[in-house]
T-cell receptor, first 116, second 114 residues
Framework: AQKVTQAQTEISVVEKEDVTLDCVYE???????LFWYKQPPSGELVFLIRRNSFDEQNEISGRYSWNFQKSTSSFNFTITASQVVDSAVYFC?????????????FGKGTSLLVTP | DSGVTQTPKHLITATGQRVTLRCSPRSGDLSVYWYQQSLDQGLQFLIH???????AKGNILERFSAQQFPDLHSELNLSSLELGDSALYFCASSALQHRPETQYFGPGTRLLVL
């Protein structure tokens, strides 16, 4: 069963629009960790953020912000005033102690296209 | 630049062959994870090594094996290759084993099996 669900396969926005990428996860562990990674067209995986299950404080980093809600098992990612350079595939991932020693369990990814 | 290096960047080979992918973790990191990214399966965890010892296995085929050497670099060996093994193979490194430190990924090795 898919533990991390990114329901949006592809999103297309025009530059300067705000966009939210959804991530819903499933776990039985009380302690777990959530991540977002970016994969630009060049192919590498770039770490964006890590969030612990016991810390529900939302985080903002420049144009990026993350909304973690344990009640709905969601960890959504918002890009404000999107730019062409934000075009990439974004992956949400779950890390649990019960799963292979904290190996990352990735969602299928959301492909974001930002057009001028 | 994550500090994780992988060689080669690209690899083209034929079915039935064997290849070795190499990964050097970030300086000081003891954990190495291997992942496979394919169009149909997405990003999947293969295997985890910590300080030279295998710690966890994921969806790794029996034809695949890995090891981590005393200098902490790791190699992923793929044998009896099939067309379906064509994928992007990533390694990632992190500092510790017993906590989910952030995993930093290498640039990947793109394998094409013809």
């Amino acid at each position: 069963a898919q533990k991390v669900t990114q329901a949006q396969t592809e999103i297309s926005v025009v530059e300067k629009e705000d966009v939210t990428l959804d991530c819903v996860y499933e776990t039985r562990d009380t302690t777990y960790y959530l991540f977002w990674y970016k994969q630009p067209p060049s192919g590498e995986l770039v770490f964006l953020i890590r969030r612990n299950s016991f810390d529900e404080q939302n985080e903002i980093s420049g144009r990026y912000s993350w909304n973690f809600q344990k009640s709905t098992s969601s960890f959504n990612f918002t890009i404000t005033a999107s730019q062409v350079v934000d075009s990439a595939v974004y992956f949400c991932a779950l890390s649990e102690p019960s799963n292979s020693g904290y190996a990352l369990n990735f969602g299928k990814g959301t492909s974001l296209l930002v057009t001028p | 630049d994550s500090g994780v290096t992988q060689t080669p960047k690209h690899l083209i080979t034929a079915t039935g062959q064997r290849v070795t992918l190499r990964c050097s973790p970030r300086s000081g990191d003891l954990s190495v994870y291997w992942y496979q990214q394919s169009l149909d399966q997405g990003l999947q965890f293969l295997i985890h090594y910590y300080n030279g010892e295998e710690r966890a296995k994921g969806n790794i085929l029996e034809r695949f094996s890995a090891q981590q050497f005393p200098d902490l670099h790791s190699e992923l060996n793929l044998s009896s290759l099939e067309l379906g093994d064509s994928a992007l193979y990533f390694c990632a490194s992190s500092a510790l084993q017993h906590r989910p430190e952030t995993q930093y990924f290498g640039p990947g090795t793109r394998l094409l099996v013809l």
